[in-house]
T-cell receptor, first 117, second 114 residues
Framework: AQSVTQPDIHITVSEGASLELRCNYS??????LFWYVQSPGQGLQLLLK??????LVQGIKGFEAEFKRSQSSFNLRKPSVHWSDAAEYFC???????????????FGTGTLLAVQP | DAGVTQSPTHLIKTRGQQVTLRCSPK?????VSWYQQALGQGPQFIFQ???????QRGNFPDRFSGHQFPNYSSELNVNALWLGDSALYLC?????????????FGPGTRLTVT
């Protein structure tokens, strides 16, 4: 069965420092991978997605992620974190379809990012 | 252009009661998915509606049911509420069910069961 693992439950970084959030997936075929961000009291917002092509994808708010098939990883990065980036980040994969199209998302447990001034 | 809207924002119910949550998709979207997000967890897929039919279902009991209306809005019904049903319920809409298509999430309904 498909699954997503986010090993870091909570990360604290200083404002201006670089950030990398880890994500590992379990999936037999080429996965469709997503990163979402959730701020308090708000729904999930898509940061970026990957399903083919260049393995380094650019997203909104200065985020990028790199797909590494050999490591089954899709880590999220940002070169310089801003205080407004404090939020919870979720990695997700779309499952395989069985007889029809599907965009059912399977999420990891999330990583809560705190930003120190 | 309004995004995905959900009502109510918060809800408190007692064990054994029934609840109905509502979702209006983003303009132009015809597919609605529901997710349950327990505290400290990632969202878990409940089911998806497309063309007024339940197209896919996650690992949730029959106490969870839904409906999609001709205007693509949707309802999630939960019967015989348990304490464990306390969670944030998220609605997501998309245009069709393409695997790579973006899903837009609403702000959620916070359900507390006492």
């Amino acid at each position: 069965a498909q699954s997503v693992t986010q090993p870091d439950i909570h990360i604290t970084v200083s404002e201006g420092a670089s950030l990398e959030l880890r994500c590992n997936y379990s999936y037999g075929a080429t996965p469709y991978l997503f990163w979402y961000v959730q701020s308090p009291g708000q729904g999930l917002q898509l940061l970026l997605k990957y399903f083919s092509g260049d393995t380094l994808v650019q997203g909104i708010k200065g985020f990028e992620a790199e797909f590494k098939r050999s490591q089954s990883s899709f880590n999220l990065r940002k070169p310089s974190v801003h205080w407004s980036d404090a939020a919870e980040y979720f990695c997700a994969v779309v499952t395989s379809n069985y007889g029809g199209a599907t965009n059912k998302l399977i999420f990891g447990t999330g990583t809560l990012l705190a930003v120190q001034p | 252009d309004a995004g995905v809207t959900q009502s109510p924002t918060h809800l408190i119910k007692t064990r054994g009661q029934q609840v109905t949550l509502r979702c209006s998709p983003k303009s132009g979207h015809d597919t609605v998915s529901w997710y349950q997000q327990a505290l400290g967890q990632g969202p878990q897929f409940i089911f998806q509606y497309y063309e007024e039919e339940e197209r896919q279902r996650g690992n949730f009991p029959d106490r969870f049911s839904g409906h999609q209306f001709p205007n693509y809005s949707s309802e999630l019904n939960v019967n015989a509420l348990w304490l464990g049903d306390s969670a944030l319920y998220l609605c997501a809409s998309s245009s069709g069910t393409f695997r790579g298509g973006e899903q837009y999430f609403g702000p959620g309904t916070r359900l507390t069961v006492t």
